[in-house]
């Protein structure tokens, strides 16, 4: 099955900073890569996605990119703002978005 | 438009129980999925129901199931508790099977003693 990994698990950036996190996946098969944001004692919401016929997408201070033969993507966020503080999962699905292999997360704390 | 609601919110069982959850998805969408969240594993898939069809289970034992009703309302049940099966269990809806977007709830968090 698939196997997502991502790096790093914990991140600290000062405020208006660039923050970069990693992901790898296995299954070649694998063609959505959706980001979600979890902020404490709340639900993931969903802040990006990408799927495997495009290199890059972004979206403000947010995109990500996709290296397909190297099986790996990643989040990029500019200009960093404290409610970016969160954790962020990054995923991997193939066809179908509703079963998504999941990385472990990132937690993401902004200082000011 | 209501989000994704799940039920109960928070819950206590002792080993050995049975435990069923509920969650409602948003109006008009069909496809409910369902996964497991814990501090060590991260977010972990359960199953995926479609037009009241499981269409994926992921890596769990037989003692997770689910069903779907024809108002797209779904249910998972847990029998024989177990420890390590105190999580918190996310509800996650779609328009449809392909569409990109997962709306989760807010999710029922289990505590097995």
């Known amino acids: 099955g698939e196997n997502v990994e991502q790096h790093p698990s914990t991140l600290s950036v000062q405020e208006g900073d660039s923050a970069v996190i990693k992901c790898t996946y296995s299954?070649?098969?694998?063609?959505?890569f959706p980001w979600y944001k979890q902020e404490l004692g709340k639900r993931p919401q969903l802040i990006i996605d990408?799927?495997?016929?495009?290199g890059e997408k972004k979206d403000q201070r947010i995109a990500v990119t996709l290296n397909k033969t190297a099986k790996h993507f990643s989040l990029h966020i500019t200009e960093t703002q404290p409610e970016d503080s969160a954790v962020y999962f990054c995923?991997?699905?193939?066809?179908?978005?509703?079963?998504?292999?999941f990385g472990t997360g990132t937690r993401l704390q902004v200082t000011l | 438009k209501a989000g994704v609601t799940q039920t109960p919110r928070y819950l206590i069982k002792t080993r050995g129980q049975q435990v069923t959850l509920s969650c409602s998805p948003i109006?008009?969408?069909?496809?409910v999925s369902w996964y497991q969240q814990t501090p060590g594993q991260g977010l972990q898939f359960l199953f995926e129901?479609?037009?009241?069809?499981?269409?994926n289970k992921g890596n769990f034992p037989g003692r997770f199931s689910g069903r779907q009703f024809s108002n797209s309302r779904s249910e998972m049940n847990v029998s024989t508790l177990e420890l390590g099966d105190s999580a918190l269990y996310l509800c996650?809806?779609?328009?449809?099977?392909?569409?990109?977007?997962?709306?989760f709830g807010e999710g029922s968090r289990l505590t097995v003693l």
């Open positions: 996650a809806s779609s328009l449809s099977r392909n569409t990109g977007e997962l709306f």
């Open positions: 299954d070649s098969a694998s063609n959505y």
């Open positions: 990408i799927r495997s016929n495009v």
């Open positions: 995923a991997a699905g193939e066809g179908t978005a509703s079963k998504l292999t």
């Open positions: 109006s008009g969408h069909r496809s």
């Open positions: 129901y479609f037009s009241e069809t499981q269409r």
